[in-house]
Nanobody
């Protein structure tokens, strides 16, 4: 079992930045591929970014590519999402997710564990 706790959300103006963190506990963190998803009101949860167990490979949705950066620190059991040049359409609850494996994973159904989410609101 893995427990995931997100933090770092908040209210920011368009063009600003936030860094989300996801702290993991319960199992060997480096065994897990990690991902970030988001869900806006009335919409499906969508993929944002993913990273392999080592951090060597990452993958982004087209909507955030070039603005967001996913990274991880296995010594701290934490994955990060640096969000720059934020837009109002980035407003959503952001979730981190984990699954065992060596690859990165981009489908919701790929993931075994989920955090409770953190709210990000971008004002125009």
């Amino acid at each position: 079992q893995v427990q995931l706790v997100e933090s770092g959300g908040g209210l920011v103006q368009a063009g600003g930045s936030l860094r989300l963190s996801c702290a993991a506990s319960g199992r060997t963190f480096s065994n897990y591929g990690m991902g970030w998803f988001r869900q806006a009101p009335g919409k499906e949860r969508e993929f944002v970014a993913a990273i392999t167990w080592s951090g060597a490979r990452t993958y982004y949705s087209d909507s955030v590519k070039g603005r967001f950066t996913i990274s991880r620190d296995n010594a701290k059991n934490t994955v990060y999402l640096q969000m720059n040049s934020l837009k109002p359409e980035d407003t959503a609850v952001y979730y981190c997710a984990a699954r065992t494996g060596l690859a990165y994973y981009i489908r919701k159904s790929d993931y075994e564990y989920w955090g409770q989410g953190t709210q990000v609101t971008v004002s125009s």
